[in-house]
C-alpha cells in the first residue's frame, strides 16, 4: 500500500468536498490504486490543524472539522487547532517527503508557501488559479 501525504491549504467549499471524497472512498482507493491519503495538516485563512506525529489526522477528526467549518469555525479557535500566519511554516512542519501540498484557498498569498512546497520537493495541486496570475519574480 502506498501512503500519500498530504497537506490541505483552504477548507471552504472544495477543500471540505475534498475532504469527504478522502474519507469517503478510502475502501476504493485502496482496493483500486493500493493507496491511503493522509492528511497531515488542514488550514484556513488563519488556523491550522496539523497531525504533529506524522500519522495523519483520523477520519473521524476530519469530518468533525467539516462539520465545524460549515459552521464557519475558525481553525484557531479550536482546541486542536492553532493560530497560523504563515502557510510555509505549516508545509515545513507537517510535510514529509512526497508530500502533496493541495491549495483550495481562494487567494494569491498561498504563491510563497507554494514555491517553499516546490523547492522541498513536495508536489503542488492547485484548484486555487490566482497564484498563477502573479509575478513570482522575488517572492
Ligand atoms: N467552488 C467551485 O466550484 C470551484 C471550482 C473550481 C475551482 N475553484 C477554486 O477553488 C478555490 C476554492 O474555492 P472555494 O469555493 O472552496 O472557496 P471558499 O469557500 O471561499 O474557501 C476558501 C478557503 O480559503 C481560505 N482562505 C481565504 N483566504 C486565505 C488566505 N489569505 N490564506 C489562507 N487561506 C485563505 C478560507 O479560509 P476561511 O475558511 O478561514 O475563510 C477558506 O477555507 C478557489 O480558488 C476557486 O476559484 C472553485
Given amino acids: 500500500m502506498h501512503e500519500l501525504p498530504v497537506v490541505l491549504l483552504g477548507l471552504g467549499s472544495v477543500g471540505r468536498a475534498l475532504v469527504r471524497q478522502i474519507v469517503g472512498n478510502r ?25 504533529f506525529d506524522g500519522r495523519g489526522i483520523s477520519d473521524a477528526q476530519l469530518l468533525d472539522l467539516i462539520a465545524y467549518k460549515e459552521g464557519r469555525g475558525r481553525l484557531a479557535d479550536l482546541p486542536a487547532g492553532g493560530r497560523q500566519d504563515d502557510l ?18 481562494a487567494t494569491e498569498e498561498t504563491a510563497p508557501a507554494l514555491l517553499y512546497a516546490l523547492h ?6 492547485l484548484a486555487n488559479k490566482k497564484p498563477l496570475t502573479i ?5
Wanted: net charge negative.
Fill in 135 to 139: 509575478d513570482q519574480e522575488g517572492i
Fill in 27 to 51: 475502501a476504493l482507493h485502496a482496493s483500486e490504486y493500493g493507496l491511503i491519503l493522509r492528511l497531515l495538516a488542514v488550514t484556513d485563512r488563519d488556523g491550522a490543524v496539523v497531525s
Fill in 120 to 125: 522541498k520537493k513536495y508536489k503542488v495541486v
Fill in 88 to 105: 510555509a511554516a505549516v508545509i515545513d512542519v507537517a510535510g514529509q517527503p512526497g508530500a502533496v501540498v493541495v491549495d483550495c484557498t
